[in-house]
T-cell receptor
Framework: IAGITQAPTSQILAAGRRMTLRCTQD?????MYWYRQDLGLGLRLIHY???????GKGEVPDGYSVSRANTDDFPLTLASAVPSQTSVYFC???????????FGPGTRLTVL | DQQVKQNSPSLSVQEGRISILNCDYT??????FLWYKKYPAEGPTFLIS?????DKNEDGRFTVFLNKSAKHLSLHIVPSQPGDSAVYFC???????????FGEGTQLTVNP
C-alpha cells in the first residue's frame, strides 16, 4: 500500500539519549518534511528536504538533524534528547505542489 | 510570530447543523490555503484548498471561503456528521513550491 510509514509508533526516552525517528515513503515524492505537533501550537516544521541530497531548516530546527541519502528515507535524529522535545512527530511528503502533502501516522515521543 | 491563527481551540455542534471553522492570517504573501483534518492517533489528511484568485471552493459538504481583504478564511461543513469530529488545521503557502504554515488547530465535536 502506497504511503508513508514511521517508526517507532511511540517511544519513551531518557534525557540525554540519542534517538532516530524513521520515515519512509514509497510514492517517489521529491519533497519530505518533519513536523512536531504540540497542543495549542499546531504543526511546526522542524526540517525539510526538497530532493534527495538536500535539506533545510524549518521553524524549530534546534536539537534536531536530518539526512536525505535517497528519495524514500528521511530520518530525524535527536542527538541528545531533552524533555521539551516530548511531542508527536509527523513525517510528510509531497510530489508536486507543496500543498499535496501526505502525512505518516506519527511517532509519540516522551523524554523523561 | 504566529502567521496563521485559529482562535477557537474547540467547537461543538449538533449533527445535521452547520459547522464553521475560522482561520486568520497575517502574511499578505500567502496565495494558497488548505484545510487538513486529523483523527486521534493518525496523521493529518488533506481536506480542501483554495487559491487566492478565488473566494469560494466547494467539495460536497465542505466549502471554504476566502476573504482576502480581511485575511480570513473559513471552512463550512453542512450538514455536520459525527464522523466529522476531528481536529481541523488551517494551512497557508506563500508561493508555489514553498512550505506550509499551519494554524494551531480546532477540535470539532459533532454530537449525535
Amino acid at each position: 500500500i502506497a504511503g508513508i510509514t514511521q517508526a517507532p509508533t511511540s517511544q519513551i526516552l531518557a534525557a540525554g539519549r540519542r534517538m532516530t525517528l524513521r520515515c519512509t515513503q514509497d510514492m517517489r515524492h521529491n519533497a519530505m518534511y518533519w513536523y512536531r505537533q504540540d497542543l495549542g501550537l499546531g504543526l511546526r516544521l522542524i526540517h525539510y528536504s526538497n530532493t534527495a541530497g538536500t535539506t533545510g531548516k524549518g521553524e524549530v530546527p534546534d536539537g534536531y538533524s536530518v539526512s536525505r541519502a535517497n528519495t524514500d528515507d528521511f530520518p530525524l535524529t535527536l542527538a541528545s534528547a531533552v524533555p521539551s522535545q516530548t511531542s508527536v512527530y509527523f513525517c510528510a511528503s509531497s510530489g508536486g505542489r507543496v500543498n499535496e502533502q501526505f502525512f505518516g501516522p506519527g511517532t509519540r515521543l516522551t523524554v523523561l | 510570530d504566529q502567521q496563521v491563527k485559529q482562535n477557537s481551540p474547540s467547537l461543538s455542534v449538533q449533527e445535521g447543523r452547520i459547522s464553521i471553522l475560522n482561520c486568520d492570517y497575517t502574511n499578505s504573501m500567502f496565495d494558497y490555503f488548505l484545510w487538513y483534518k486529523k483523527y486521534p492517533a493518525e496523521g493529518p489528511t488533506f481536506l480542501i484548498s483554495i487559491s487566492s484568485i478565488k473566494d469560494k471552493n466547494e467539495d460536497g459538504r465542505f466549502t471554504v471561503f476566502l476573504n482576502k481583504s480581511a485575511k480570513h478564511l473559513s471552512l463550512h461543513i453542512v450538514p455536520s456528521q459525527p464522523g466529522d469530529s476531528a481536529v481541523y488545521f488551517c494551512a497557508a503557502e506563500a508561493t508555489s513550491g514553498s512550505r506550509l504554515t499551519f494554524g494551531e488547530g480546532t477540535q470539532l465535536t459533532v454530537n449525535p
